[in-house]
C-alpha cells in the first residue's frame, strides 16, 4: 500500500551457483495457503501468506488496503505446484511490478551446504536438516518445510550484523491462514521486552515495555483519548514485525502465553515485514527507511503553536496574535477549531465570522503567524461536498449500495470513501483554494474514523478490513492537494489518526483528547515514545488536557514544560483558555521562560528534523532513555531523550518536590545537570529537586546545543539565523579533572553535532541543495601546548565545518556566542586572530553575556548555584563577534595547565 514500495531501490547482487539468474524469492505451497518471501529492502525479508483461494492477481486479498501482487506470474515460476512440490525457487530481476522485490535475496545453501547451519540449528532445533538459507544484507532467514502436517512451517530470523548468526525471532507454531482470519505466533524468551505499537489510552496504562499485554488492532476514540495502535512492534531480542494488515485484529504480547507473540486480523492475506537490529536505533531506522523517510516540514512548525476549541471570529484571532507581539512572545501558528467554516463539507470559511479570508491570512503571515484549519472525513447534508459526493458517487454506502447518512454531531452526515481514488481527487481539488489563499496546513481531526458503521461499505472493501488505514487514504488526499496548489511548499498535516506510511505525506500525530488530570499527563511520556518508535517523529499531546475541569496552574506549568520537549508544542481546550497568561502571574512568568526557551531551541529541533527525513538516517526526534543499547531502567516510562544532547525528566505528580532518574547509556556516557552545573555518568541514579519552575535536564557531555538568539526574543520564524549562540558542553579531556568522564579525546577530533539552515519553508533544500549544513569538532591544537610570559597554556580548537552550502541560504555572517561549560577557558582567540581576556587571576569571571538558563530563568529559579563545597561546572559565555557564516573557521580556546 506505500508508495515506496513501487520505487525500485535495486541493487545487483548475484547468487552463487546461478550466475547472473538473480533469486526473486521463494514460493512455499503448503495444505491452505500459499507463502511467497521476497526481499523488501537490504536486511529487511517481506513474507506473504494467502490463503489458496486469495491466491491470484486478478482476486487480491481484501484484508488489504491495496492489492497485494503475487510473485508468481506467467512465465518462469508462473506454473501451479506440481503434485508433492513444497518449495520453488523464482529466479528473475526484481520488477517494477513487484513492490516488496525491491533487493535481491541470496540463497546460502541447503542443510550443511550453508556455513552457518550448524549453529542456526542449535539455536533453532526445528528447523531440522534440510532448512533453505536466505540471506537478505545482514539478515538471515532459515525456512524448513517439516512432513507430517500440511500446514506446518518453520523458520527463524538470524542477525549477521556481528559476523555470526544470532536468533532475533523465530515462528512458533504454524501458521494459520483461513479464508476469513490469519494467524501468526513468534517464541517470546523470558526475559525478551517488546516495544513500539504507537498509542495507547491511558487506562490501558500505556508503558514502553509491553510484554504480558494483548492489544486491539482497531483505531479508537470513543471516548477519548486516542487508542492507535498498530501491528510494528520491536523485540530486545533484536526483531522487527509489522504486519502491513490493517483490518481489524489482534496483538498478543505474552497475555495468554507468556511464550508467545501472537498477531491475528480478519482476512484472507497477511503481508508480513521481519527484520532484524542489534539496536532499538537499527530497528526502527530500517523500517522508516524502507516505507520512506518523512519530508523535512517548515521550520515554523517546530515553534509555538497556538489553539483551543475554539476561536470564533477574525477580529478574535487579530486581538490574540497582536497580545502575543505586545508581551513579545513569538506565535508561529494558530490553529482553528469547527468555527472556521459554516457547515462540515463546505471546506470554504465562514465569511461572516471571518470576513476576506485571503487578507486574514495574509495580515497574521506578515506578523508571523501561519494558520492551520481542522477538518473531518464527514460531510452534512446541504454541505458543497455532501452534493459532489452524492453525484459523483464517492460516499461510503450501505450493504445495498445506497449512500450511508446517519445521525452526526453537526447533522445528519455521510462519511467520504477515502479508499476509493476519485473520493481523494475530488477532496484534493476541494482544498486547493484554501491553500492558494494562504493555509499553511490542515487539522485532520475523528479520521479513525470515529463513527464507522459496521455494515459501511467501501470502494476497497467492508468497515472491518479498510477501518485502520482509512486515515493514511485521507492523508493522501490533502498531500495531493499540497502537491497541486502549493509544489514549492512543504505539507503540514496533524492528524488523530494514521497508519504506518502516513508520515510520508507530512503528517505528525496528537494523542487525541486527553483530560485535565495528572494521571492523564503522566501517560503522555510512554505514548509519546511510543509513537515516535513506530515512526511518527512529529508527536504532541494537548498542553493542558482537552477535556474536564480546568487545569490548575501548577498542572498546566509541568505539562507545558513536557510539551517544551516534545517535538510539536501546542497547547489546547475545549471552551477553556490556553494562552501562556491564562493561568496567573506565576505560571506567566515560568510558561514565557520555557516558550522562549522552545524557540531558542528551534536549530536544535531543526537538526533532528533534517536526520530524520534524511534517507539514510530515519531517527526519531523523541527517543527513549535505551535508545542506545538495551539497557533497560525501571523509571525508563517517566524520561526520554530529545535527540542525541538532551535528557529530561518531566514531573507528573502533584506538589513533587524531587525525584529519582537513572542517566542514559553507560559509564562511558557522562551528563551535565543544566540547572546545577554537576556531571554524572551514564548508568548512575541521581535525586534532583523540582521546584515549579524546573524541569530535570541534562546535557550529553561532548555535545552541542544551537541556539537561536532571535528566537528567544520572540522574532518571527524564517528570518535568517544572524545572531547564534553555540552551547558547548566538551568531552572528558576539557572538563575539570575530578569532572572528566567520558571518553578523552587526546588529540583526536571529537565531532560534537551539527546545525542546519535553508529557506525554512520551502522545498528548494531538495530540488535545487539549496542549505548549508555546519558541523562542529572540538580538536586538541597541534602544539597542544602554549608557553607564554613564563605560563603555559592547554590549547583546543573549536572547530565550525562547512559541509555543505549553497549561495541563496542567509546570513552569509553572523554573531557567534558560545556559552562553554568545560574547563574554564583564560583566552580565547576568533577568526581574526584578536585574542580575548576570558578569565585572570584577578577576575573570577568575564563574560560576553548571561548564559542561557541565568537570562532565561533568572527571575523564577536560580540557575547553576549547587552548595559551595561542590566542584561543578560553571558556563563562560564568549562573545566571538561576527564571523562568516558560509565558511569553514576555527576558534581557539587556551586554558591553564593545571
Avoid at 522574532?715 to 539565523?721: A, F, K, L
Avoid at 610570559?789 to 556566542?817: F, M
Wanted: hydrophobic letters at 40%; glycine letters at 10%.
Amino acid at each position: 500500500m506505500h508508495p515506496t514500495q513501487g520505487k525500485s531501490r535495486e541493487r545487483k547482487a548475484s547468487s552463487p551457483g546461478y550466475g547472473e539468474r538473480a533469486l526473486a524469492g521463494v514460493v512455499v505451497f503448503r495444505g491452505s495457503y500459499v507463502l511467497e518471501v521476497t526481499g523488501a529492502t537490504d536486511g529487511m525479508f517481506r513474507l506473504v501468506f494467502r490463503h489458496r483461494r486469495a491466491w491470484s492477481l486478478e482476486a487480491p486479498p481484501r484484508g488489504t488496503a491495496a492489492p497485494v501482487p503475487t510473485l508468481l506470474e506467467e512465465g518462469e515460476g508462473g506454473l501451479p505446484p506440481s503434485e508433492g512440490e513444497s518449495l520453488r525457487l523464482v529466479f528473475r530481476p526484481p520488477s517494477p511490478s513487484l513492490p516488496a522485490a525491491t533487493s535481491a535475496l541470496t540463497v546460502l545453501g541447503l542443510g550443511r551446504t550453508c556455513p552457518w547451519h550448524e549453529e542456526a540449528r542449535r539455536q533453532v532445533p526445528r528447523l531440522g536438516e534440510f532448512p533453505l538459507y536466505l540471506q537478505n544484507g545482514d539478515a538471515l532467514l532459515a525456512l524448513a518445510v517439516p512432513e507430517g502436517d500440511p500446514d506446518d512451517l518453520a523458520f527463524a530470523l538470524f542477525s549477521l550484523a556481528s559476523g555470526f548468526p544470532l536468533l532475533a525471532g523465530e515462528l512458533a507454531m504454524p501458521p494459520s491462514i483461513r479464508r476469513a482470519d490469519v494467524r501468526i505466533a513468534f517464541a517470546l524468551d523470558r526475559q525478551e521486552r517488546v516495544f513500539g505499537v504507537g498509542e495507547l489510552k491511558p487506562e490501558e496504562n500505556p508503558t514502553l515495555d509491553l510484554r504480558g499485554r494483548r492489544i486491539p488492532i482497531y483505531h479508537d476514540h470513543l471516548p477519548g483519548p486516542s487508542h492507535l495502535a498498530f501491528p510494528l512492534v520491536y523485540t530486545s531480542r533484536g526483531m522487527g514485525f509489522f504486519a502491513d494488515h490493517p483490518a481489524r485484529g489482534h496483538l498478543d504480547l505474552g497475555a495468554s502465553d507468556p511464550t508467545l507473540l501472537v498477531y491475528e486480523g480478519e482476512g484472507a492475506a497477511l503481508p508480513l515485514y521481519l527484520w532484524s537490529g542489534s539496536s532499538l536505533a537499527e530497528l526502527v531506522g530500517r523500517v522508516v527507511r524502507f516505507l520512506g523517510p518523512p519530508p523535512l516540514p517548515p521550520l515554523w512548525l517546530f515553534g509555538y503553536l497556538q489553539s483551543k476549541y475554539g476561536y470564533r471570529t477574525r477580529a478574535e484571532v487579530e486581538a490574540l496574535v497582536e497580545e502575543f507581539r505586545r508581551r513579545g512572545l513569538g506565535l508561529d501558528a494558530v490553529f482553528l477549531d469547527l468555527y472556521w467554516f459554516r457547515r462540515m463539507g463546505d471546506l470554504s470559511f465562514d465569511e461572516e465570522a471571518f470576513p476576506r479570508p485571503e487578507e486574514f491570512l495574509r495580515t497574521l503571515r506578515d506578523r508571523g503567524t501561519e494558520v492551520v484549519l481542522i477538518e473531518e472525513p464527514y460531510v452534512v447534508e446541504g454541505s458543497r461536498l455532501y452534493e459532489v459526493g452524492l453525484r459523483e458517487g464517492v460516499l461510503t454506502r450501505r450493504p445495498d449500495g445506497t449512500p450511508y447518512v446517519f445521525p452526526f454531531w453537526s447533522g445528519r452526515a455521510a462519511l467520504w470513501d477515502f479508499t476509493d481514488p476519485r473520493a481523494r481527487n475530488l477532496w484534493a481539488e476541494a482544498h486547493e483554494p484554501l491553500l492558494r489563499a494562504g493555509v499553511a496546513g490542515i487539522w485532520t481531526d475523528l479520521n479513525e474514523p470515529e463513527d464507522h458503521p459496521p455494515d459501511a461499505v467501501h470502494r476497497e472493501g467492508p468497515a472491518s478490513l479498510v477501518h485502520n488505514a482509512f486515515a493514511y487514504r485521507m492523508h493522501e488526499a490533502v498531500f495531493a492537494a499540497f502537491s497541486r496548489a502549493l509544489p514549492d511548499a512543504r505539507p503540514v498535516v496533524l492528524s488523530r489518526s494514521a497508519w504506518p506510511g502516513s508520515w510520508r505525506f507530512g503528517v505528525g500525530i496528537w494523542s487525541g483528547d486527553t483530560r485535565t488530570t495528572w494521571s492523564d499527563l503522566a501517560a503522555q511520556i510512554p505514548v509519546g515514545i511510543s509513537a515516535s518508535l513506530t515512526g511518527f517523529f512529529l508527536w504532541n499531546s494537548d498542553v493542558g488536557g482537552f477535556l474536564g475541569d480546568p487545569p490548575s496552574p501548577e498542572m498546566y506549568v509541568r505539562w507545558f514544560q513536557f510539551g517544551t520537549f516534545t517535538p510539536l508544542l501546542r497547547p489546547h481546550g475545549a471552551f477553556q483558555d490556553r494562552e501562556p497568561w491564562a493561568f496567573g502571574d506565576e505560571a506567566y512568568r515560568i510558561v514565557r521562560a520555557y516558550l522562549r526557551l522552545r524557540r531558542g531551541l528551534l536549530p536544535y529541533w531543526y537538526a533532528l528534523a533534517r536526520e530524520a527525513s534524511t534517507a539514510g538516517e530515519g531517527v526519531p526526534l523523541l527517543r527513549p532513555a535505551f535508545w542506545e543499547s538495551w539497557a533497560f531502567a525501571e523509571d525508563a516510562d517517566r524520561s526520554f531523550l530529545v535527540g542525541p544532547a538532551i535528557f529530561v525528566r518531566p514531573v507528573v505528580e502533584p506538589g513533587q518536590e524531587a525525584v529519582d532518574v537513572v542517566l542514559p547509556g553507560e559509564s562511558r556516557t557522562a551528563w551535565l545537570d543544566v540547572w546545577t552545573g554537576k556531571v554524572a555518568r551514564g548508568g548512575t541514579r541521581v535525586r534532583v529537586s523540582t521546584p515549579l519552575a524546573k524541569i530535570p535536564l541534562w546535557l550529553r557531555v561532548g555535545s552541542i546545543v544551537p541556539v537561536w538568539e532571535g528566537g528567544v526574543r520572540g522574532e518571527r520564524v524564517g528570518s535568517p539565523w544572524e545572531e547564534f549562540r553555540l552551547v558547548v558542553v566538551p568531552p572528558g579531556l576539557w572538563l575539570p579533572s575530578s569532572e572528566a568522564v567520558g571518553e578523552p579525546e587526546g588529540s583526536s577530533c571529537a565531532r560534537l553535532g551539527f546545525w542546519y539552515e535553508d529557506d525554512f519553508s520551502t522545498t528548494a533544500h531538495r530540488i535545487r541543495e539549496a542549505f548549508r549544513e555546519t558541523e562542529v569538532f572540538l580538536c586538541a591544537a597541534e602544539p597542544l601546548f602554549l608557553e607564554e610570559d613564563g605560563v603555559r597554556y592547554r590549547r583546543a580548537k573549536l572547530v565550525l565545518r562547512v559541509r555543505h552550502d549553497h549561495p541563496d541560504v542567509l546570513p552569509r555572517r553572523r554573531r557567534l556566542l558560545v556559552e562553554w561549560w568545560g574547563r574554564p577557558a583564560v583566552w580565547a582567540v576568533g577568526p581574526q586572530g584578536r585574542p580575548t581576556l576570558v578569565r585572570s587571576a584577578n577576575v573570577d569571571a568575564r563574560s560576553a553575556g548571561q548564559a542561557l538558563g541565568e537570562l532565561l530563568f533568572g527571575d523564577v529559579l536560580p540557575v547553576g548555584r549547587a552548595g559551595a563545597e561542590e566542584e561543578v561546572l560553571r558556563p563562560q559565555v564568549i562573545d566571538f563577534g561576527e564571523i562568516p557564516a558560509d565558511e569553514d573557521i576555527a576558534l581557539e580556546l587556551l586554558f591553564a595547565d593545571d
